[in-house]
């Protein structure tokens, strides 16, 4: 698949066939956050695959019951959660060395793009999914104090597609030399 093709043709993905995905598919995908780059190649992420319902099911509840992905969260095959290890990416023999601190969430977010379009590039779908209480997931996931729950996602064949919300035109995000005066 062409790579612009994949960027502009992978949408968030909120209904999901039951059909299981093969182990090698699988792998395929985590292969893309496994490539993925960071912050002097830490790579801090890790991944929790639930693929048990009850785990699903338990993780759906740190939705608000309003979060469009609810339902995709125990209707998909599998739901990837996105860790990361705190205290490791943009820091330098233990203190932060940008006014950024833990640049955890840009490498697990570039890593999560890189799953939602190899996951594209394998005819899965995926959706995002931000917006739950990360306390709780982190609970029932026994995610240790070293560690976060950044994000989600649904992982499976998608039972219909998405359509594409509007993107900003280039001349209100692009600009040339400096940023624009008010
Ligand atoms: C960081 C992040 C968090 C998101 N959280 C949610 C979420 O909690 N629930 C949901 O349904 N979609 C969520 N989304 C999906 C966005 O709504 C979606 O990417 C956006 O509307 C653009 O649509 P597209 O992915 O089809 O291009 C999230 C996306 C990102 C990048």
Known sequence: MD????IKGRRSIRKFKSDPIQEEVLQKVMEAVRWSPSWAN???????????????SELAKTLAKGNPAFSSMTEAP???????KKGISGFKKGEAATVKGDWLMFDTGI??????????????????????DHKKAEEILGVPQNAEVVAMTPLGYPASEGTAPKRKEFSEFVFYEK???K
């Open 111 to 132: 890593a999560m793009q890189s799953l939602c379009l190899a996951a594209y590039g394998q005819g899965l779908g995926t959706v995002v999914v931000g917006l739950f």
């Open 78 to 84: 599998l739901v990837i959660v996105l860790c990361g």
């Open 179 to 181: 940023y624009p005066e």
């Open 42 to 56: 830490t790579q801090c992420w890790e991944v929790i695959v639930v693929k048990d319902p009850h785990g699903k």
């Open 3 to 6: 790579l612009m093709e994949a």
